[in-house]
T-cell receptor
Framework: GENVEQHPSTLSVQEGDSAVIKCTYS??????FPWYKQELGKGPQLIID?????GEKKDQRIAVTLNKTAKHFSLHITETQPEDSAVYFC??????????????FGAGTRLAVHP | SAVISQKPSRDICQRGTSLTIQCQVD?????MFWYRQQPGQSLTLIAT?????????ESGFVIDKFPISRPNLTFSTLTVSNMSPEDSSIYLC????????????FGQGTRLTVV
């Protein structure tokens, strides 16, 4: 069935360094790839997304890249801050049903940013 | 965007009982979904809540265990029936904006513990 793999499962960086999280997906019909940040005790918060018609999208310190041929997309956070510490989930939509909203999630990456 | 409110935010329930979780969206949305997030794990889609018709369940989830209502375009409920300790999880409501072509947003979740 459809699957999204996410690596690494944990990531520890120093404040000011960059963090990169990588995901691969299996459903060739997927065309929407959101990233969510989940802080302890809260629901997932959408931080950035990318659609299949673009290869890269940037929003301040956060960027996402997409390689449709390789079925691979990545989250890049630059100049990390302690408040970036959270669990990050990548996701891909189920291409043939549910539009952009029916999502398959990766396993999550626990990011720790140390002052 | 959409603001999603869930009630209750947490509950401790006795095994064999049922709990109904409410999800309210601040605007009319076409797509609403229910996810389960087991402790320390990723999100798994339970079902799509269809307005005016029966919910569409994912593999491994059945209506008798997780009955869902969707009486209008802003509200849905999920019932966890005949609970066992294995049902202890966070249950999350999600709503998609833009008639399925926009982003998906999440509520803060309902943390359920079954004893």
């Amino acid at each position: 069935g459809e699957n999204v793999e996410q690596h690494p499962s944990t990531l520890s960086v120093q404040e000011g360094d960059s963090a990169v999280i990588k995901c691969t997906y299996s459903d060739s019909a997927s065309n929407y790839f959101p990233w969510y940040k989940q802080e302890l005790g809260k629901g997932p918060q959408l931080i950035i997304d990318i659609r299949s018609n673009v290869g890269e999208k940037k929003d301040q310190r956060i960027a996402v890249t997409l390689n449709k041929t390789a079925k691979h997309f990545s989250l890049h956070i630059t100049e990390t801050q302690p408040e970036d510490s959270a669990v990050y989930f990548c996701a891909a939509n189920r291409g043939f049903s549910g539009g952009y909203n029916k999502l398959i999630f990766g396993a999550g990456t626990r990011l720790a940013v140390h002052p | 965007s959409a603001v999603i409110s869930q009630k209750p935010s947490r509950d401790i329930c006795q095994r064999g009982t049922s709990l109904t979780i409410q999800c309210q969206v601040d605007s009319q949305v076409t797509m609403m979904f229910w996810y389960r997030q087991q402790p320390g794990q990723s999100l798994t889609l339970i079902a799509t809540a269809n307005q005016g018709s029966e919910a569409t369940y994912e593999s491994g989830f059945v209506i008798d265990k997780f009955p869902i209502s969707r009486p209008n375009l802003t509200f849905s409920t999920l019932t966890v029936s005949n609970m066992s300790p294995e049902d202890s999880s966070i249950y999350l409501c999600s709503a998609g904006v833009g008639d399925g072509e926009g982003e998906a947003f999440f509520g803060q979740g309902t943390r359920l513990t079954v004893v």
